[in-house]
């Protein structure tokens, strides 16, 4: 009887709570869109490992070549083209430039013998470096951007291990991005084909010696480029209008070009107008560069002063006020820091085998600090 009435005073277990019913979150529409659009490229893709369809070095490099210069051709053509397609353009060039940094972080085709793994990276990697040309250069995408780090880095590597003639014997070319534009029907405008020819000089790596034949062929593509948009268009500087065996730049997104030599004149010339300085000078755009084309033209530049620094027989260095002003002018025509101007100078210096000394170096130093508040202000 105890054992009952205790059974009975026990606590019973309340009664579960009915289970609530799960709130399903509908996605828009444009996000089933993007989803359905993932799951088909995803599927093919691995439809295609499972076949055993994979492309060739040959087949993977035409087929690199071809999307970056339909890329170029895009964005050369932006100005006249759809809002729609306008606004696709960065969302395309960052799905490519997504592939091919992850081809340089993975290795790019692990199942390849060595030499066309390297050559499948060195590929990559040039080409990332390439797609600079195709961003809007004043964008902070332009100016800090991951995959292009990964590409500086990858080539770092290449040049480590295979050395220069190989990483030139397997890295996208100048000529063949030229070939695959021509082959899609197509044209660049100056501009691009411009900051292109920096880049490519930037993989290149040539500062010395004259021009090798990618270099002079994407010269002659850039007069060509500006002798077609206006057969009448003439330098902004000298007025001499464009013909063949000029060497042209285009500093600015205007699309207005001067020459080469002309462009140096504005450096190593008496100064003008701080309204100009830095600027076009027929429309007063700013000179604009990406942070890999403007590195090389800083090169080239610091690379032609270099040799006044050594002494000469029959007279003396360059002074250290000579030297800071020639990179204040520098860093002004570039938009550069002026620090960074002498750096390169200084490592110039260092690899021609004639470094400057300390005494040198501060002094140079200090007279930049001296002349960057006075390079501020009006004109001189």
């Known amino acids: 009887a105890a054992g009952e009435a205790g059974r009975a005073t026990r606590k019973r277990p309340a009664a579960a709570a009915p289970a609530t019913p799960r709130r399903i979150l509908k996605r828009p529409a444009a996000a089933k869109a993007g989803a359905r659009r993932l799951g088909t490229a995803g599927s093919k893709r691995r439809r295609c490992k499972e076949s055993g369809a994979v492309l060739s070095p040959e087949e993977q490099r035409a087929a690199w070549l071809k999307e970056f210069a339909g890329l170029l051709q895009d964005a050369s053509a932006a100005g006249a083209a759809t809002p729609q397609s306008r606004a696709a353009l960065p969302a395309r060039l960052r799905r490519f430039r997504h592939r091919l940094a992850g081809a340089c972080r993975r290795g790019a085709g692990r199942n390849l013998p060595l030499l066309q793994r390297r050559q499948r990276l060195a590929l990559a990697a040039s080409l990332v470096l390439y797609t600079e040309a195709l961003a809007v250069p004043d964008s902070a995408a332009a100016r800090k951007n991951v995959h292009v780090s990964v590409g500086v880095s990858a080539r770092k590597r290449l040049l480590e291990s295979i050395g220069r003639e190989a990483w030139d014997a397997a890295r996208a070319t100048g000529g063949e991005v030229l070939q695959a534009i021509a082959a899609g029907g197509g044209s660049a405008s100056p501009r691009r084909l411009s900051l292109l020819h920096r880049l490519v000089s930037l993989a290149s790596g040539r500062k010395h010696g004259p021009p090798s034949g990618e270099l002079a062929e994407l010269s002659e593509a850039v007069v060509a480029a500006l002798r077609r948009g206006d057969a009448d268009g003439a330098c902004a500087i000298c007025l001499a209008r464009w013909a063949e065996g000029h060497k042209a730049l285009v500093p600015a997104p205007c699309g207005h070009a001067v020459h080469v030599d002309c462009f140096w004149a504005l450096v190593t010339g008496p100064r003008v107008s701080a309204s100009y300085v830095g600027c076009c000078r027929s429309c007063r755009a700013p000179h604009c560069w990406g942070p890999l084309a403007l590195s090389n033209l800083v090169c080239t530049l610091v690379a032609a002063v270099a040799p006044a620094l050594a002494p000469r027989s029959g007279g003396s260095p360059l002074a250290p ?32 085998g004639e470094p400057l000394s300390r005494a040198d170096m501060a002094a140079s130093k200090a007279a930049l600090r001296r002349l960057a508040p006075a390079s501020s202000g009006g004109e001189t």
């Open 321 to 352: 006020d000579e030297v800071a002003e020639i990179c204040t002018r520098i860093a002004e025509e570039l938009r550069a820091p002026s620090g960074m101007v002498l750096q390169k100078l200084i490592e110039e210096c260092v690899s021609r």
